[in-house]
């Protein structure tokens, strides 16, 4: 496994302003994901952060509204465009090491949008 | 579009008793399963991986997979109040990214 930190372990924020949620691992990892998890319900994938170029995002979900960044194979940001209230969710970084797929989730981030 | 069918629960199981949660997936060529285990306010913890059909045991915890029947089960022995949790199943497809079902509360009384 790896040693997964996510910084800011939660925040309140107001309508309209954006936050960048970092994801640090301990490691080099082959690959690293990001989610969002609503209250009540299961994991959604929003990207799959690629090194060194632009984010791979799932249906649903775009740059404009999602950018995010991997500078390394150590470190990738989230960030959440001009929010609303919609987006109020625990974000969920995850990692893969090696080469299995097992993925491996940070302690998540608890963002409310009011 | 793939997707990953579990019972919602609550499953509700004495301590010591045997917990048997259960999934099934859409798409066949789906060769990874995992099992997630998520406390509340926690974030998923991977405990079991399993990719040829049959069993695979570790400690208390038993995967099973039929890629006939689409389907994958964890059993849990001997339950403890510290296993009450909500149970995530993902499947891959390939090295691929996960889809998750929508879990399974299990709650263990004691």
């Known amino acids: 496994s790896a040693v997964i930190s996510q910084k800011p372990s939660r925040d309140i924020c107001q309508r309209g302003t954006s936050l960048t949620i970092q994801c640090q691992v301990d490691?080099?990892?082959?690959?690293m994901f990001w989610y969002r998890q609503q209250p009540g319900q299961s994991l959604t994938l929003i990207a799959t952060?690629?090194?060194?170029?632009?984010?791979?995002?799932e249906s649903g979900f775009v740059i404009d509204k999602f950018p995010i960044s991997r500078p390394n194979l150590t470190f990738s940001t989230l960030t959440v465009s001009n929010m609303s209230p919609e987006d109020s969710s625990i974000y969920l970084c995850?990692?893969?090491?090696?080469?299995?797929?097992?993925?491996?989730f940070g302690p998540g981030t608890r963002l409310t949008v009011l | 579009q793939k997707e990953v069918e579990q019972n919602s629960g609550p499953l509700s199981v004495p301590e010591g008793a045997i917990a048997s949660l259960n999934c099934t997936y859409s798409?066949?060529?789906?060769?990874?399963f995992f099992w997630y285990r998520q406390y509340s306010g926690k974030s998923p913890e991977l405990i079991m991986s399993?990719?040829?059909?049959g069993d695979k045991e570790d400690g208390r915890f038993t995967a099973q997979l039929n890629k006939a029947s689409q389907y994958v089960s964890l059993l849990i022995r001997d339950s403890q109040p510290s296993d009450s949790a909500t149970y995530l199943c993902?499947?891959?497809?390939?090295?691929?990214?996960?889809?998750f079902g929508k879990g399974t509360m299990l709650l263990v009384s004691p």
């Open positions: 995850s990692v893969v090491k090696g080469a299995t797929n097992e993925q491996f």
């Open positions: 490691s080099q990892v082959t690959m």
């Open positions: 952060a690629n090194q060194g170029s632009e984010a791979t995002y």
């Open positions: 798409d066949r060529v789906s060769q990874s």
């Open positions: 399993i990719y040829s059909n």
């Open positions: 993902a499947v891959a497809s390939g090295y691929s990214t996960l889809t």
